[in-house]
């Protein structure tokens, strides 16, 4: 008979179910897909719908960036989660990471001090704090990498601003600081800190916490760079540019002063996020929040926890590639104990002379982001477990038979 439906190119026979052999496998973004299937069955409640009368006026009386809807959902959500402390702390909204992380290293460095504040974090870390704070130069802010090497600096040594990436992008351990003291501050990225990728340990608590909304629902928006140029431009040759974006973050901030630092930096740069934005976001959120999420922290972290559980058992009989250690933690949302979830594997190539891992997954069609990225060695390949589903299988059929052939080439 006809074929019913249009495989895409690594599926083949009647109905799609074959896969047919040679496909790379991309597990290198974290193009959070996974969640995908959860919005199709949440289509009509979860759709915008937006009249052409609506919200026409610039809203000069309106200063706030966030409307206070949005706010309330956010705080309601950090509750029903547990996963962070509100009480006491202003609220700022963000167009992605780009923006607010930005915003968080201005509010932070700006003060009277006459020399830049040094900027750091620990390895392996992501790698757009790097990447942002060297492109955009700034006279109020240094680079210095590795937060560990500043362990046991003298108090002359200037002030310090460590991210904190908890859990970790690549290789998903919750972290704490590394720098402590008076001339030390934090900016605690906590873009993972959902019960789809960790257990809920604690609620956050710090003085400066950042969230997203890219890996809570899964609606990642324009890429990193096209922000990145657009901000730039933006900030620096004096364009005046709408953002496209569509995604939000936000920061939960303690000290007023800091908070209206970055206040000022988003609207300088953007004058604020998007209304369609904060809409969009707003009408996730009540979907989310139905049940105090059941639906959504059923889904993900059962998706997450089968991925796991299922590339760890690829990894099991290797012994020439290892898995990051994760152990099972209680989770405060589930009140019970729950395995590890997390969003990358973080593989390790155990031969000496497979110093480029990256190089020998590719070998088998496997497509990763090689340790330096992360400045890390690059005997550790970071594997994207949240992106689809097809993404994911293709994935594990391509280590299955790496991990087969490891007998007979050793
Ligand atoms: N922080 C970390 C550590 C991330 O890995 C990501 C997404 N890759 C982000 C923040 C979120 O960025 P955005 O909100 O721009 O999607």
Request: with cysteine; aromatic share 12%.
């Amino acid at each position: 008979g006809e074929p019913i439906c249009e495989c895409n190119s690594c599926y083949g026979g009647k109905d799609c179910s074959e896969v047919l052999t040679e496909c790379l496998a991309d597990a290198d973004s974290g193009d959070p897909l996974f969640l995908e299937p959860f919005w199709m069955q949440h289509a009509a409640s979860s759709a915008v719908v937006v009249a052409g009368w609506h919200r026409m006026s610039y809203r000069f009386d309106d200063y706030s960036s966030i409307s206070e809807e949005l706010e309330k959902h956010i705080r309601q959500l950090h509750a029903v989660i547990g996963n962070a402390v509100t009480d006491g702390r202003f609220i700022l909204f963000g167009a992605g990471s780009t923006q607010l992380l930005n915003a968080a290293l201005f509010g932070l460095s700006l003060d009277d001090s006459p020399s830049p504040a040094n900027i750091v974090a620990s390895i392996p870390f992501y790698p757009l704090y790097e990447a942002q704070t060297k492109y955009f130069n700034s006279m109020e802010f240094k680079w210095q990498g590795d937060a560990s090497l500043w362990k046991n600096r003298s108090d002359s040594s200037g002030t310090f601003v460590e991210f904190v990436t908890s859990p970790n992008n690549p290789d998903g351990r919750l972290m704490k600081q590394v720098l402590k003291g008076p001339s030390s501050k934090t900016i605690f990225d906590h873009a993972y800190y959902w019960p789809h990728f960790s257990a809920i340990q604690t609620a956050a608590d710090e003085d400066l916490m950042i969230f997203t909304l890219s890996k809570l629902t899964g609606h990642a928006g324009e890429p990193i760079w096209f922000q990145l140029i657009l901000t730039f431009l933006v900030m620096y040759q004096g364009y005046t540019l709408i953002i496209k974006e569509r995604k939000a973050m936000w920061a939960l901030v303690r000290d007023e002063n800091i908070y209206k630092r970055m206040q000022m930096y988003i609207s300088l740069s953007t004058k604020s996020v998007s209304r369609d934005t904060q809409l969009r976001a707003l009408k996730l959120l009540k979907v989310v929040l139905k049940e105090n999420g059941k639906d959504l922290f059923e889904f993900g972290p059962k998706t997450m926890r089968n991925r796991w559980e299922r590339i760890s058992r690829s990894f099991s009989t290797s012994k020439r590639f290892s898995l990051q250690k994760l152990e099972p933690q209680y989770c405060n949302y589930f009140q019970n104990f729950t395995g590890p979830s997390p969003a990358y594997a973080w593989i390790k190539c155990e031969r000496a002379k497979d110093q480029d891992c990256n190089a020998v997954l590719k070998t088998a069609s496997i497509i990763g982001r090689g340790g330096s990225t992360f400045n890390a060695e690059s005997r550790y390949v970071r594997l994207s477990l949240i992106k689809s589903q097809d993404d994911f299988d293709l994935l594990i059929q391509n280590i299955d038979a790496l991990v087969s052939k490891e007998g007979g080439v050793a």
